[in-house]
């Protein structure tokens, strides 16, 4: 399908690897040019390469912390006015809610709901004024189904949640749209992560902790970084214009209700 955006512009925040990239990748292969960034420089590097070389579009790296003014501010220099952003951060630890002083709740908060929310402020009146802007919010199927531990990622990605969500229908008749993206399981650095950690925890090897929660899935495996990227891209089609204001599960059928 020609997803009608080939010439576009996008910011993709947190895409050096895993489900950014993945956007980042299908973005590239609709033929929009990327701004793509993480902090690690080497890592971005060598992933911006790798896209200009599989779709020829050009893409500018820009090594930054997203949460920061000044990491905001690099990625704005380098693309002021796109027509596509993604939100995107890594996530808080696992912790016990008792755990987390002032500091960590506020840095939290920061991460998944101040952040994408600054960035929406910077560039949506430019898509507005453009008359098509594609806004796409990666956030964590714990926005409804919230889990023990990752609380500060669930408060603060529904935070993000409701609070778009009057902005996108303000926006929707210039014909800008405000998605959220729901991951479920996928299979990144991430989850690996979170299976290490388990293991370390519990002394389980760390494949036999995967197997079983793969086994609690409906579609019994995780998620794939490519298919989440290409329903992002689909999002930010012209073929989508009519999507906004929503929140998309991707998670295997891993929530139980029909809404
Ligand atoms: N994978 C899943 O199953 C899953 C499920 C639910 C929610 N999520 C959420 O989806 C998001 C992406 O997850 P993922 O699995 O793709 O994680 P990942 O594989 O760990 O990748 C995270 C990416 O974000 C970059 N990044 C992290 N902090 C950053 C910062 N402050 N500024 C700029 N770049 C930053 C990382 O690069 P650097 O480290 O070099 O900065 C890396 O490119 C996370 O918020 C995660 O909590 C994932």
Redesign the pocket.
Known sequence: MDLGIRGRTAIV?????????ACARALAEAGVSLVI????RA??DRSAEEIRRATGVHVTPVA????TVE?QEALLAACRTPDILIN????PPYRDFRELDRQALLSGVTMNMVTPIELIQRVIDSMAKRGFGRIVN?T???VKMPLAGLDL?SGARAGLTAFVAGVARNFAGKNVTINGLL????D????RGIFAAASKKTGKPESEIAAQAAAEIPAKRFGTPAEFGQTCAFLCSVHASYITGQNILLDGGAYPGAF
């Open positions: 925040c947190a895409s050096s690897q895993g489900l950014g990239l960034n993480g902090r690690n890592a971005l930054a912390d997203v949460s990491g995107n951060n890594g996530g990666i964590s199927s714990s990622s991951p479920g399981s996928f990144t650095q991430r989850l």
